[in-house]
């Protein structure tokens, strides 16, 4: 089935740190979602963008809808410990039933 | 608070075996998901549900088979399990797809 590209599979930084990661696509999406999934548990929604180009932000983290349609990045500021877990990209083409999901970035802070 | 509540956090079972997991949830969702989760595959699908009785095939539906009885259950079952099923499965569900899924806390399952 269908993936999103999402890059980079893993990271390793030094708390304080600012991290980026993206997603892209072949085909071109109406949503774009990002998960966090904390060691253990199900992935929980960050932040949901619906329009080519927003920006949306929640706390440290910052989200951008491509102007394509085929990409999207999260940004997260001055990392804590707390910040540790997989992050998923998610994303929605018209008139699916289902979402398409990227393969995660594992990421791991040192404190 | 919305939940997707799944049965067990952790399995154990023997190979062979026919296996239940369960998901249920409480918000009147019409589609519900079952997914595995691998380390380097990301979330593959296995099944998905949108309205009571019916079921679609994911991308990976080999060896497994689901039931969908009342809207708020969706059981995913191991006909007969194997070694290579041993893996962590969450259920999700969503009413609107704009607002993405809400997902279980998973069940770690391993197959001895």
């Known amino acids: 089935g269908q993936q999103l590209n999402q890059s980079p599979q893993s990271m390793f930084i030094q708390e304080g740190e600012d991290v980026s990661m993206n997603c892209t696509s072949s085909s071109i999406f109406n949503t774009w979602l990002w998960y966090k999934q904390d060691p253990g548990e199900g992935p929980v929604l960050l932040i949901a963008l619906y329009k080519a180009g927003e920006l949306t932000s929640n706390g440290r983290l910052t989200a951008q809808f491509g102007i394509t349609r085929k990409d999207s990045f999260l940004n997260i500021s001055a990392s804590i410990p707390s910040d540790v877990g997989i992050y998923f990209c998610?994303?929605?083409?018209?008139?699916?039933?289902?979402?398409?999901f990227g393969q995660g970035t594992r990421l791991t802070i040192n404190p | 608070d919305v939940k997707v509540t799944q049965s067990s956090r952790y399995l154990v079972k023997r190979t062979g075996e026919k296996v239940f997991l369960e998901c249920v949830q409480d918000m009147d969702h019409e589609n519900m998901f079952w997914y595995r989760q691998d380390p380097g595959l990301g979330l593959r699908l296995i099944y998905f549900?949108?309205?009571?009785?019916?079921?679609e095939k994911g991308d990976i539906p080999e060896g497994y088979s689901v039931s969908r009885e009342k809207k708020e259950r969706f059981s995913l079952i191991l006909e007969s399990a194997s070694t290579n099923q041993t893996s962590m499965y969450l259920c999700a569900s969503s009413n609107d797809l704009g607002y993405g899924y809400t997902f279980g806390s998973g069940t770690r399952l391993t197959v001895v």
């Open positions: 549900s949108y309205d009571v009785k019916m079921k």
């Open positions: 998610a994303g929605r083409i018209q008139g699916a039933q289902k979402l398409v």
